[in-house]
């Protein structure tokens, strides 16, 4: 079937708009399976400081003509979500472990070439990302993931106390999971699809009502937090975790604002089950967030660079190494097991690991 990248995407965006959530997104060194249903469209807003959902119009390596919209090449179409029930697995998931690389006030996806536009942003996985990577620059580079066939980029707004910068420490867990019912029609991402995660001119209600929420901000015995805790007991990290959409359109890596071609599962009249919308119909892997920030004792100056902590939101950018990736994703989402960052599952020894103990493709 032959698409027209950008007649289709008339349709699908001013259709998709209203129903996605807006994201949006500033250099220095340094459970589980099924997301809920999505909630009503929040406001389209123009601009929050230091950042602009709809980006740049400046052409870019991966979008020469600027106007926003990156085709997949080829577009996957002619899928129609399964609605089919698979025996129950409880896990099917993988971890990809990533470790901080820098800081910078830069976004590739939201201000492509434009270093400084941005706020400050805490950088894992690809070494090298900057304002201007692309899936090119990003492919084959050094990673801080354990797992050398990922050099994707992975970045979210730096945390301060006061004026000091707060870096997660270590791995960070960054899950790969089944975000509808049946976890064996998932595939992989394409190469350099990319997108953001929240919003950082939401407001408190609607962080609180994000279909990626999970238990909100939490440490020690403190949970669900849409505001940092006041107080964090001495030796315990701030966290957060929050969930990506996992259904996509097939046509395009990424659209103007940065939303739009992916979708959160709904839920199946009259079943507990989470599926693909029509509109959405391409099942990928759910990523979630799981971040651990160093700060504990009194909370009144803890801040995100791009707001209070309900501005909270993420980017991701495909660049994993395809055969890789196909084969943790076929491993341990479609096999239904709960694996680490080689694709092992301890509960099933007997399943193998997907990827050597180096971490590489057997």
Not at 38 to 61: F, I, K, N, Q, R
Not at 79 to 90: G, I, L, N
Not at 250 to 269: E, I, N, R, W
């Amino acid at each position: 079937m032959k698409v027209g990248p950008k007649s289709l995407s008339a349709l699908l965006v001013s259709t998709a708009l209203t129903a996605c959530l807006l994201g949006t997104v500033s250099f220095a060194s340094a459970a589980d399976p099924a997301g809920p249903a999505p909630v009503a469209a929040e406001p389209l807003s123009a601009e929050h400081a230091g950042h602009t959902m709809s980006g740049s119009a400046l052409a870019s390596g991966d979008d020469p003509d600027g106007d926003g919209y990156i085709p997949a090449n080829p577009p996957v179409t002619g899928v129609t979500p399964s609605h089919r029930t698979p025996p129950p697995r409880y896990f099917h998931e993988f971890q990809a472990n990533c470790a901080v690389t820098h800081t910078a006030p830069v976004d590739p996806i939201v201000y492509p070439g434009q270093p400084g536009r941005s706020h400050d942003h805490t950088f894992m996985g690809n070494r090298s990302t900057d304002a201007s990577s692309t899936t090119a620059s990003l492919s084959g580079g050094a990673t801080t993931c354990k797992v050398p066939g990922d050099p994707s980029a992975y970045w979210m707004p730096s945390l301060y106390d006061a004026d000091r910068k707060i870096l997660p420490v270590g791995d960070q867990v960054i899950y790969y999971k089944a975000g509808v019912t049946d976890y064996t029609s998932v595939r992989p991402f394409p190469k350099g699809l990319r997108y953001v995660v929240g919003n950082p001119t939401q407001s408190r209600e609607q962080f609180r009502a994000h279909p990626g929420w999970v238990e909100g901000w939490e440490c020690g015995d403190s949970f669900g937090n849409v505001d940092f805790p006041q107080h964090c007991p001495a030796g315990t990290q701030l966290n957060i975790r929050m969930q990506a959409p996992s259904c996509w359109s097939g046509l395009h890596l990424d659209t103007p604002d940065h939303q739009s071609h992916m979708a959160y599962p709904v839920v199946k009249p009259g079943t507990n089950d989470n599926v693909c919308p029509a509109s959405h119909p391409v099942a990928l892997p759910m990523v979630e967030f799981k971040m651990a920030f160093p700060v504990d004792g009194d909370m009144s100056e803890v801040r995100l660079a791009g707001g209070g902590a309900h501005s909270f939101h993420y980017d991701f950018f495909n660049a994993w190494h395809e055969p890789t990736l196909k084969a943790m994703v076929d491993h341990c989402i479609v096999g239904g097991l709960q694996c680490d960052a080689r694709g092992y599952d301890q509960s099933h020894p007997e399943a193998g690991a997907a990827l050597t103990a180096d971490y590489r493709l057997p």
